[in-house]
């Protein structure tokens, strides 16, 4: 081919051809046309007795001065007798090398900047497993915690952060048993993380979460012991009766049901007299199985991995009192293997849900605006103020006491650990008869209580009706 000095125009105006060819450019630099259209730079050298080549580089990213002046560079190099393609290849290394470093120190500054949010999503993932499958524990740190630190690095989180995010959420909206809680989700996570890499690392300085303070967090007036001692008297467990009972008359009576108030459902009102008169607690009900009571001999086993501790099951004795209010149950919910079951899906209703519904009925003891979709209103509102479903197990209990049943009966009817592990392994003796009558009277106890006919307040009782009052209690 023709030797031709190359200009910008020749080097547009190169077309390809069925085979690659070479346009000269003189003293060994070629431009190199391939089919595909592309075209690169190419020095041709002699070394020794053989013809070598070395590509300089793409035609589209380097330009024809900046050819020329590698061309120069390698000619210098070919003359004092070094090799062009050595020294490429040694160029190449060294920035290969370069570029490792350059990709190692960006992977380095990664690790040491790691978010917040990858932590907790790893110990969410493999660092902590919770009854619900951390479905709670995963909400909390979405609403409280990672808006505010979750793009935060790890190594940059002290403990003002901490206790600023906790003083938000306790002491500014009056939430102090969520931030105590929170709190010790928070240690449970550096802790966690104190031990294991890439966080153990970023955590230098120790856990930032272990130097907050609960009283830090709470309001000056929060009991921080927060044990509640509400114990429902029986003029509230007659009022309790009595307001569930005309909340459904009411209700039943409007001729406008799309504005009457809309009263418990009939599931969540015997609820809550079977955790009275059993002492259970609301997840062990609310997770109960049609194939665990049996109506016949009156007991319901709660399997182990339904009560608190997961490590034995416990049998409770229905007095008949409960049992009536089982009876009842298996009326309204017999065809799901779920005593309770959920309305939205196909497993067991949850726990909170009943708790939720009594909460929303006490709405003057929220400390939140009205939320839609949901009761706001102070129909279940009792004497002695605020209460839950779990003070009733309580209530139960102090009525056994009352009874004069033994403690170890008694702790035993709550489903408690007596003897610690010695008492467990040596003692293998059930207590059935003592905790069958223990329950016996709890249950008759009950029911004398909820059979008078009026309340302090002066109201009287409706007519008994099964889906509204105990079942087996008339006013």
């Known amino acids: 081919m023709a030797r031709a000095l190359l200009n910008v125009k020749t080097i547009q105006a190169a077309k390809p051809a069925e085979k690659e060819y070479l346009i000269s450019d003189g003293d060994g630099l070629f431009m190199r046309v391939l089919p595909s259209g592309k075209k690169t730079w190419q020095f041709i050298y002699t070394q020794g007795t053989r013809r070598r080549k070395l590509t300089l580089g793409d035609a589209a990213d380097v330009s024809l001065a900046t050819a020329r002046e590698r061309a120069a560079a390698e000619r210098a190099r070919v003359d004092t007798g070094d090799d062009p393609r050595v020294a490429h290849l040694m160029r ?101 993380a104190e031990k294991r890499r890439p966080w153990r690392q970023l955590l230098v300085e120790g856990n930032p979460a272990e130097l907050v303070e609960v009283k830090q967090i709470v309001q ?21 009766r009595d307001a569930l009972a005309g909340i459904q008359v009411a209700y039943d009576s409007a001729t406008d ?43 319901w086993l709660v399997p182990r991995e339904n009560t608190k501790t997961k490590k ?23 065809g799901s293997p779920w005593c309770f079951p959920a309305r939205n899906h196909d497993g067991a209703l949850d726990g909170k849900s009943i708790s939720k ?28 103020g605020d209460w839950t479903p779990h003070d009733l197990r309580r ?16 702790e035993r009817c709550l489903n408690h650990t007596v003897g610690g592990k010695l008492g467990r392994v040596y003692g293998r003796y059930e207590f059935a008869s003592e905790k069958r009558a223990a329950w016996d009277l709890l249950g ?16 009287k009782s409706p007519a008994n009706t099964v889906s509204c009052e105990p079942v087996g209690v008339s006013g």
């Open 357 to 384: 519904q009594i909460g929303d009925r006490q709405f003057r003891f929220k400390n939140r605006k009205k939320l839609r979709n949901r009761r706001n209103d102070n129909t279940l509102v009792l004497q002695g």
């Open 395 to 410: 209530t139960g209990s102090t009525l056994m006491q009352s009874l004069g049943v033994s403690e170890h009966v008694r």
């Open 220 to 240: 000056p007036e929060y009991d921080l012991a927060n044990e509640r001692e509400r114990v429902l008297s029986a003029d509230e467990l007659r009022a309790l």
């Open 312 to 334: 034995t099951e416990w049998m409770v004795f229905l007095s008949a009192f409960a049992l009536r209010q089982f009876q009842s149950l298996h009326e309204l919910t017999k």
């Open 257 to 299: 049901k799309r504005v009457a108030i809309r009263p418990l459902g009939a599931e969540t009102r015997l609820a809550l007299w079977i955790m009275l008169a059993t002492c259970c607690r609301i997840g062990e009900l609310t997770c109960a199985r049609w194939e665990h009571v049996n109506l016949q001999t009156g007991e």
């Open 92 to 192: 190449e290394a060294e920035q290969a090398r370069e570029l490792a470093q350059i990709e190692a120190d960006v992977e380095r500054e990664k690790a040491e900047n790691l978010p917040l949010q990858s932590m907790v999503t790893a110990w969410l993932t493999d660092g902590v497993t919770r009854s619900d499958g951390n479905v709670a524990l995963r909400r909390s740190f979405d609403i409280h915690v990672l808006p505010k630190l979750g793009k935060k690095p790890v190594r940059g989180i002290t403990e003002t952060d901490i206790r600023d995010v906790l003083r938000g959420v306790g002491r500014t909206k009056g939430k102090n048993r969520t931030a105590v809680l929170l709190l010790a989700d928070i240690r449970q996570l550096f802790r966690w």
């Open 444 to 459: 008759k106890r009950v029911e004398a209580v909820l059979q008078a006919g009026t309340t302090t307040q002066g109201s």
